[in-house]
């Protein structure tokens, strides 16, 4: 009984969602999950934007009414921004339900079907997805474990004809590589932006994460004219408020009205107002401190559990900013295997490196990324030592079996 | 200094939104608006829905996590399309941010860039920019005032190659001509949609706001294969809970979820378990039928004072669902001139007819979308007595004119 409905051509490339299974694997109450990008709940500040949203509420019934977007919630962006290290304007913020839907819209303003995009062999897959109903050519860079992504590679791309339409960066806690981009380098690509008219969406969900003394620069504070800033409120206050914004150039934000427009009828009242009522009580500056530390104290013991328990030659670097630790294990491991194995026997998810490889070059298949935000410390020193036993029979098996194929 | 950055072709013919610039215009306290469909704020169920909010949020901290859409909203959503007269199965409802976003989600699931639409002359404009980026051919139809969409002019482009991608319709309150469809015209539609293997978008806002006994039929009643139906609660509970529902064939609900996690990760947690705690309270049942019954307390008076005030030769009919009258003035009146006129001398705010012709066909310059529902009686009686003073004193004017060309 199924429809016969016609669909366009780009879904005949659909799969299904990785990371959208996953979700529903480790909705599992059983499940120990080091797989999704998840803030910790626990330290969501619920009562204070309980509060916000019944103070908005009780204030006035036209909060659940059709509404203009907020300007002092933009106001309140700018100051974000400053902590960020950006200095913009009012007329460059554009309110979003959440930084997926910014890059959706920047996509659709900039992006022409069939057009080229620079990014790196490992990206964001929401990314990815974002890009399939414009069937694009995806021109992949290397990336450096340690500097991040290669812009020697950037700018053979920008030199060929015809010109990319855009460059997708994540220069802060990269996901799923975890590295944050050299200043040097970031300063080369936006100079590469401005040279070869090239706009960056650099997407920029956990600058605020920093675990060092403070944060880097992002690409926005290089050059307002090429980069198109995509920020959110999903990962240091909550993914429930559904809000994020924009920072672009001024002339922008009239098109990326009309698109939000056709896409959600860009209004989002009550959330607007909840989020601009909870930042006005000052909360939003004694939390940031708060999740920073919490979220230093699990990546330590993720590293540390790590060293303890992970066979000699895994290699992973310290992630300086973001939610995750990507673990490069001997070749001898594949990743689907693994997580199979730490499904069925230990109930331990993970996400497989390959799941965030991007165009057709070959990738490392033995590579995972472990997010360290959703659990306590002691369950990640719990989960590590169990996925530690697992990967170490793995390769006591593999040399097992090249024993044997040796006689 | 305006950026540089090269956009994507389709944006040459972005304009401004007529109605979101008045939904800026309107929102000065001082102006008396017809002009938007907003549904009576006075009437939401702003407390309980607070009171939703608190109990979710006191009940569980992972309500403002990422988190799946939830099973329970769908079961309701099923007792709803009951109310609406379709029986339809879990499989087949998709939740959504609205009804919007619904459009536009189908819109990319169904259409290819430069595909073939058709849709009456006066569409929803909302719907007219969901096709923008495709740059489509728009294929109008005319629509009797009485009994709706013409179902021949409609086989007539079915029976033309290329194959139109989609039909788009709204059955009930059309917006903005707040006809009604004829129950033989919705059989023959769907028949042809069948026949002609072209689905139709069921766009359904106000299927439950009606003023007679009972609701007609929608098109999803008549076929489950080829009307993708569009439901929200914007206009029932209320549209600052950004939340709607999809009714399709079952083997579209896989790539939709592919589809809106690409535009907004597909997750909105804290809203969906909000309404459905609302619903859940029983509450809705009680609130529709006083809907109808204020609503159809302010169409009478607007239809009273039309009558009473408006000039011979202007018409309109009597809505039987929806927020909407549409009035047609003699042809001397131009609609932008009396726009003008009215927010300038009464600040009264309408949306000329106009503002909603899609395609090039000729076009009545003298009609008006006047909407009902949010406001008083007392306010309507006023407005539309002030309305008529201008639009009698620009007719006398014409007549002055005319007789001055005589002499």
Request: proline content about 7%; overall charge neutral; hydrophobic content about 40%.
């Amino acid at each position: 009984m199924s429809s016969d409905i016609p669909l366009a051509d780009w879904t005949m490339g659909i799969s299904r969602s990785a990371l959208q299974d996953m979700l529903t694997t480790c909705a599992r109450p059983d499940m120990l999950s080091f797989a999704l990008g998840l803030p910790a709940a626990e330290l969501f500040p619920t009562e204070k934007y309980a509060q916000s949203l019944a103070r908005v509420l009780s204030n006035d019934p036209r909060s659940l009414q059709y509404g203009p977007p907020l300007q002092r919630l933009k106001q309140q962006v700018l100051e974000i921004m400053r902590l960020r290290g950006v200095h913009c304007r009012e007329e460059q913020i554009f309110l979003t339900a959440g930084a997926q839907q910014g890059m959706h819209m920047l996509t659709r303003l900039l992006l022409n079907p069939g057009g080229r995009v620079v990014m790196e062999q490992m990206t964001y897959s929401g990314f990815q997805q974002v890009l399939q109903p414009y069937c694009p050519t995806i021109l992949t860079v290397p990336t450096d474990l340690d500097t991040g992504m290669d812009v020697d590679a950037v700018e053979r791309f920008l030199r060929e004809e015809p010109r990319p339409s855009l460059i997708y960066s994540v220069a802060d806690g990269h996901n799923p590589l975890s590295v944050s981009m050299s200043v040097e380098k970031r300063r080369r690509l936006v100079e590469l932006a401005r040279r070869f008219r090239v706009p960056i969406i650099e997407d920029d969900p956990y600058g605020l994460l920093f675990y060092g003394d403070s944060c880097m620069p992002p690409l926005r504070s290089f050059d307002a004219d090429w980069v198109c800033y995509v920020g959110t409120f999903s990962k240091i206050l909550a993914p429930g408020v559904r809000t994020g914004w924009l920072v672009v150039p001024e002339n922008l934000v009239a098109p990326l009205s009309v698109i939000k427009e056709s896409i959600d009828i860009n209004m989002a009242t009550l959330t607007q107002r909840a989020v601009s009522d909870y930042i006005g009580t000052g909360d939003l500056s004694d939390h940031l401190p708060v999740l920073r530390a919490e979220y230093r104290r699990r990546r330590d013991a993720m590293l540390l559990a790590l060293q303890t328990h992970f066979p000699t030659g895994a290699r992973w670097r310290t992630p300086e900013s973001g939610l995750f630790c990507w673990v490069e294990l001997p070749v001898q491991i594949n990743g689907s295997e693994l997580l199979r194995l730490a499904i069925d026997t230990e109930k331990i998810a993970f996400i497989p490196g390959f799941a965030f490889h991007a165009g057709n070059g070959p990738c490392l298949g033995s590579a995972l990324r472990l997010n360290f935000s959703a659990n306590s410390t002691a369950v990640i020193e719990d989960g590590i030592a169990r996925l530690a036993r697992i990967v170490n029979g793995l390769l006591s098996n593999r040399k097992l079996d090249d024993r044997r194929a040796l006689h």
